[in-house]
């Protein structure tokens, strides 16, 4: 009985697992798809000097406009390919067409940083950082400087020595690093020593209630300290409103990204976008009382 049971049991569960299979399969092959066609879009969010209201640059946030699906954030398809090679395609794509974009704002003559997302495991690629200097080089009037790539990991690193020295390599060549999402996930305090990243982003989960939870406010004073005292720049991400910005330069953190100054954007509206922008007076009166 038992026996048959188990068979039955095998019988039942074989076909599931294969339709399992081949859906996550066909979801891969669609999005491998969609890196070849174009599919993918990148939106751009200003990061802002709070204290001075200038804005200091810009991260790229990559969505699929999937033909059926419509307009995807990343949470709807990264987790699926972020473990396996696709993720060095996408990272590859973004990259082109970051640089692309930028060529844009650069010739506006505004001294502007570009913010690109990129997994670990791509920069544990061998000539990875290389190829990222080579297409650097190649975009006119683009500098090194110019370039901060966001480290975002989901997953436990074998190879945390191996960035960390991509990451020095990197420097060597001019380009910053940004240890992206701090305080949760694998962005912990044990990346936080090993990768000499020169930028700090305090995860939007704690900002968005420091206002009313002392203990996030308390994490985030603690990510603002460390950061200063390693000499680390520091940037909140989710200031969605205008106390948060007050509250975080009263905590020493002048560098903000939120939708309390804006959205995601096209990279046609960048322009405009920082013609029309003032920062709320409350932010730049606090920084003259400093
Ligand atoms: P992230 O790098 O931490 O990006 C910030 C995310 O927070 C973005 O979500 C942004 O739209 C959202 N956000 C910004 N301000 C606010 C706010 O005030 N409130 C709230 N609630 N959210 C805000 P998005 O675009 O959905 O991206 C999610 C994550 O996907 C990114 O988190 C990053 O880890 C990853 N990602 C995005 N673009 C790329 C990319 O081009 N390449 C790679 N490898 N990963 C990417
Ligand atoms: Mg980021
Ligand atoms: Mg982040
Ligand atoms: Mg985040």
């Not at 699906?69 to 996408?90: K, M, T, V, Y």
């Not at 009037?141 to 190879?159: F, M, N, Q, Y």
């Not at 420097?171 to 305080?183: I, Q, W």
């Not at 020493?252 to 007076?281: H, K, N, S, T």
């Amino acid at each position: 009985l038992a026996k048959q049971h188990g068979r039955n049991t095998y019988e039942f569960f074989a076909p599931e697992e294969d339709r399992l299979a081949v859906a996550n399969g066909e979801r891969l092959l669609s999005i491998g798809r969609a890196i070849e066609t174009d599919e993918l879009r990148l939106l751009y969010q200003p990061i802002l000097n709070m204290r001075s209201g200038v804005v200091q640059a810009f991260e790229a946030l990559v969505r699929w406009r999937h033909p059926e699906r419509g307009l995807l954030e990343p949470a709807a398809f990264l987790p699926d390919i972020e473990s396996n090679e696709l993720i060095h395609g996408l990272d590859q794509w973004v990259l082109e067409h970051a640089l692309r974009d930028y060529r844009r704002w650069d010739s506006s003559g505004r001294p502007l940083k570009l913010h690109i997302n990129i997994s670990a495991r791509t920069l544990m690629t061998p000539g990875c950082m290389q190829d990222i200097a080579r297409l650097v080089r190649s975009e006119p009037g683009l500098r090194p400087k110019t370039l901060v790539l966001e480290i975002i990991e989901s997953a436990a690193l074998d190879g945390l020595e191996q960035v960390g020295s991509v990451v020095l390599q990197g420097e060597l060549l001019g380009v910053s690093f940004a240890l992206d999402d701090f305080g949760t996930g694998y962005s912990s305090l044990t990346y936080f020593r090993r990768l000499p990243a020169r930028v700090l982003k305090i995860d939007r989960s704690f900002v968005r209630d420091m206002l009313i939870d002392q203990e996030d406010r308390d994490i985030v004073e603690g990510a603002i300290g460390l950061a200063r005292a390693f000499g680390r720049e520091v940037i909140a991400e989710g200031v969605e409103g205008v106390d948060h910005g007050v509250r975080l330069l009263h905590l020493g953190c002048e560098l903000a990204q939120g939708f309390g100054i804006a959205a995601p954007m096209p990279a046609e509206a960048v322009d405009a976008w920082l013609d029309a922008y003032r920062a709320p007076a409350d932010w730049t009166q606090f920084g003259c009382l400093m």
